[in-house]
Structures are given as C-alpha cells and as structure tokens.
C-alpha cells in the first residue's frame, strides 16, 4: 500500500501487481490468440469479392447479415469444388434451409418488431411467416416480394412515385455502399442488382417478374425464404439509413425532367 498527502489528507492506493497483470494479459492471449489469427485468416479469404458474390449468384442465395462466417465460407468452399451437379445446387438449398430455420427465422421476426417502417405491416408479414409454417411458400414470396417497393417509398415519403429499375440499383448501391475486408457489401450489391432489381430476369429472385405476374414457379420453400432473407436485409438497411441520402435518387430523378 502506498500512502499520498493531499491538502492533509491521506490517500492510500493499493500498489498494483504489475507481474500479476501480465501473467493476466498473456492468458487471454493465449486463449483468443489462435481465434483472432483465424478470423483474420478467414476474412482475408472472403475480401476476394469475385469467388465470394460468384458463389450466392450462382446458387441464387441472397447473403444476410445474420449468416455467420462459416456459412459464408462453406457457400465459397462448395462453389469451388469442380463438379457442378444438381446435386449440389440441392445441397446448398437444403443447408439454406436449415440453417434459416435454426439460427436466423426467429432473430428476423423479432427484428420486424423494432424496424419503424414496419409496423403497419406487422399483420400482413405475420399471416405470411404463418404461411411459411404451414408449407404455403408461394403467397409467402407474394407478400414480401410487393411490400418491398412500399417500404422503399414509405421510407421516403414518396408513396405515389413510380421507382424504376435505375431508382432501385441506385439505393442498392446507397444501401451497400461499404468496402473493406470481411464486408459483404459488394456481394449483397452485386446480387441485388443481379437477381432481385434486373427487369429481364424471370426467376423466383426476381421482384419485377414476381409482382408483374410473369411467373409462378416459386412455390418451394428455399423460394420462400429466398424472398425472406431479400426483403429482410433491404429494410433493416432502409431503417438505419438516413432518409435524406435516399431521397436523392428521387430529387435527381425530377430534375432530370
């Protein structure tokens, strides 16, 4: 113990264990040390943005934020083995699967209920995620496909403008807008305008061939919670975005007329 006079007064501070702190330091470094050198390892290997968008374009899986790290390397590691075979696709959809009802379901409908633009919406997406539990996936991919405009535009206040193709890749990459290792940003982008903005694409990933009736093959349930993981990761982006930047695209839009 080591005694200070101040304004006489008497201030005991205990003396500090320097040796004991270290011995401290170096067991925390022990036990986290090899965790830390392997999560840089393996955000190294994803900072590779071709072979990691290439792999969720290719299997048509939307990437997530709730997706841990593991997925996000067995969706890479799986793209790169040479067969390419149906029976892989069906893999890839089945791990989908479960790893969504596992681990990411119940955190996505526990999200919706803290998101400001949704809850008006509330009733409707929980009568679709009832859907979803029964095995009726097509009104599932209905429901979240057409509120995914409205939620744009909500955010906006923007309810009556039209959003084109051009306004929708534009608050994309507003959305997704950031680099660096270990960020899936330029995945999520690529995807979005790929798979869910492009308007000459009839696939089940496809808003515009979905909300305009041109197809009706989405009827299983990876198709369900394709939907779900797209409209998810767009409106929890939308609610932690700042409303101004948004309504940019459409300012730039009417000056352009």
């Known amino acids: 113990m080591t005694h200070y006079r101040f304004n006489n007064m008497t201030i005991k501070v205990p003396k500090v264990n320097l040796k004991r702190i270290l011995n401290i330091d170096n067991t925390i470094n022990s036990i986290f040390g090899d965790t830390t050198r392997n999560l840089n390892i393996a955000l190294k290997s994803l900072n590779n943005a071709e072979i990691t968008y290439n792999a969720f374009l290719d299997y048509d899986i939307p990437p997530h934020h709730f997706m841990m790290l593991g997925d996000f390397k067995h969706f890479v590691a799986t793209r790169n083995e040479d067969d390419s075979t149906l029976e892989k696709v069906k893999d890839i959809e089945q791990y989908t699967i479960d790893m969504f009802d596992r681990k990411i379901k119940g955190r996505i409908v526990l999200s919706w209920s803290e998101n400001s633009l949704l809850s008006e919406r509330m009733t409707l997406l929980n009568q679709a995620m009832e859907c979803y539990e029964k095995g009726f996936y097509g009104p599932v991919v209905s429901v979240f496909a057409t509120q995914l405009e409205g939620v744009i535009k909500q955010k906006v206040n923007k309810q009556f403008d039209h959003v084109s193709t051009r306004d929708l890749k534009n608050i994309v990459n507003i959305l997704f807008s950031k680099k660096g290792v270990g960020s899936l ?43 779900i993981l797209i409209f998810d990761c767009i409106v929890s982006r939308l609610d932690k975005t700042e409303k101004d930047i948004l309504s940019t695209v459409f300012d730039k839009k009417k000056s352009n007329y």
């Open 185 to 227: 940003d330029l995945t999520s982008a690529k995807y979005y305008e790929d798979k869910v903005v492009s308007s000459n694409k009839n696939k089940p990933s496809n808003r515009h061939a979905i909300a305009h009736g041109n197809i009706a093959n989405y009827t299983e349930q990876i198709d369900a919670i394709r939907m």
